[in-house]
């Protein structure tokens, strides 16, 4: 394991108190959820399952944890508190791992596991099991008196986890791809039986499902959300990027649109309707709403651990815009444009507004998809800011959503061209 990555015994968590950012305590750890993959790649950390003082049991992505220090965890302090259920991929730790009986690659021996540790991958904000602590013996009652030999070992030291011992179906299929591109999992499951490519759908988890979505045919799109329930549709819209899923809430009958935002938190709703009242291929149907904003006082050091969120596409990552508050969008008045560039070439103490870019005149959100790409082209952007005419900042387009409405409508069809052979034969 790298130097400097934090390891964690599981059973330290259990009953830990989860805080927000404001030091509130919103709940305690009863789980941990992993994913199983093929082979002896160790399961990745997919989140907590987290007890509110409801007792209601929610799950809380690794995304939104932002520490696990001193016994305590603290998040982001954005919940979704929908009752956790467990999908076909998923285990739980404490449940279904510990005190499993598995066997020692190298003696053949039975060992059964106390403990499993995890550990964060470097450069990454993903978690995944590197080691099982075990204890040798037989199992049984008189098993926990017994001072059998108790030894830690790697994860690939053991066998009787993975999935092939398992021998669950859509399982294997979704672990063979995960290492894809979503664009590239798209493509696989644009191919398969509506049925399988259901299944599939289901299994992932809602960040990886909207990225997925977002790189589907629309086609496809309606049919993988309308067979997910609707509480669980409204938590995957919100995990898409804004514009795609607004995009994707314009396709559907009025009532189902309507039902949907109700389910969502009331500011993505917004957002989703604010999109939607511009006309589509314009810089207003086009933009994202979630651009980084800072404000004149930030500094380049603050710029660039915003530019460093892995979850930003590269696009939004080449520049912040600079913003008097609110941050939020609409934001208040717009002072000009930072790229990266730039901010790499600047000592990180100096603010943010000092090196603006402020010549570059924003979009207006009611251009049309000429006139954008024209902008782009012009000055070689990847993203561009959309301004109101009160000065406020509504959002930013980026280059690949420029490309998606320029291409014909079915590129997507026509560019999925997956050899069968490399489809599951049991999903054709």
């Known amino acids: 394991m790298p130097a400097g990555a934090p390891r964690i015994f599981v059973s330290h968590l259990s ?3 989860v805080f927000d950012p404001a030091g509130d305590q919103v709940g305690r750890v009863r789980d941990l959820v992993v994913m199983l ?3 002896q790649r160790p399961p990745r950390l997919l989140g907590l399952v987290v007890e509110l003082a409801t007792r209601r049991r ?3 992505p690794m ?6 220090q001193s016994g305590q965890v603290i998040t982001t302090g954005v919940l979704n508190v929908r009752r956790f259920e467990q999908r076909p991929t998923e285990r739980l730790v404490f449940g279904e791992l510990l005190d499993r009986r598995v066997t020692l690659t190298e003696t053949g ?5 106390l403990d499993l540790s995890v550990h964060q991958l470097p450069a990454r904000r993903e978690w995944e099991i590197d080691r099982v602590f075990v204890r040798k013996g037989r199992k049984g009652s008189a098993f926990r008196r017994a001072k059998g030999e108790a030894l830690t070992v790697e994860w690939t030291a053991v066998t009787g986890f993975s999935l092939e011992e398992q021998g669950q179906g ?6 063979t791809f995960e ?5 590239d999992l798209a493509n ?3 191919h398969l039986s509506p049925k399988r490519r259901a299944e599939v759908a289901a299994a992932l988890d809602d960040d990886r499902l909207a990225d997925v979505l977002e790189e589907l045919p629309e086609d496809d799109q309606i049919e993988i959300l309308g067979k997910l329930k609707e509480e669980r549709a409204a938590d995957v819209l919100e995990a898409m990027d804004p514009d795609d899923a607004a995009d994707l809430l314009g396709e559907l009958p009025t009532d189902e649109q309507e039902r949907l935002l109700s389910l969502m938190q009331p500011g993505d709703a917004a957002d989703m309707r604010r999109l939607m009242s511009y006309e589509d291929r314009t810089a207003g149907g086009l933009m994202t709403t979630e651009p980084i904003v800072l404000r004149p006082d930030a500094t380049v050091a603050d710029a660039l651990a915003r530019v460093r969120n892995p979850d930003l596409s590269p696009a939004l990552a080449a520049q912040v815009y600079v913003c008097r508050p609110p941050d939020e969008t609409p934001t208040g008045k717009y002072l000009g444009t930072v790229h990266f560039q730039r901010l790499l070439r600047e000592p990180p103490p100096s603010l943010v507004s000092s090196i603006l870019d402020s010549d570059l005149q924003p979009l207006d959100p009611d251009a049309d998809l000429h006139a954008i790409a024209g902008f782009f082209a012009t000055y070689d952007m990847v993203a561009a800011p959309v301004v109101d005419e009160a000065g406020s900042l509504l959002g930013a387009v980026t280059v690949d959503d420029v490309l998606d409405h320029m291409l014909p409508e079915d590129w997507r069809e026509t560019e999925f061209h997956l050899d069968e052979e490399e489809v599951a034969s049991d999903g054709s």
């Open 109 to 113: 021996e039975e060992v059964t596991v």
């Open 63 to 68: 995304t939104r944890v932002t520490a696990i």
């Open 37 to 39: 993959r093929m082979g």
């Open 58 to 60: 929610i799950f809380l």
């Open 170 to 175: 859509a399982e294997n299929l979704l672990a």
């Open 188 to 190: 696989v499951l644009h």
């Open 179 to 183: 290492q894809l591109r979503p664009a």
């Open 15 to 17: 009953g830990v108190a």
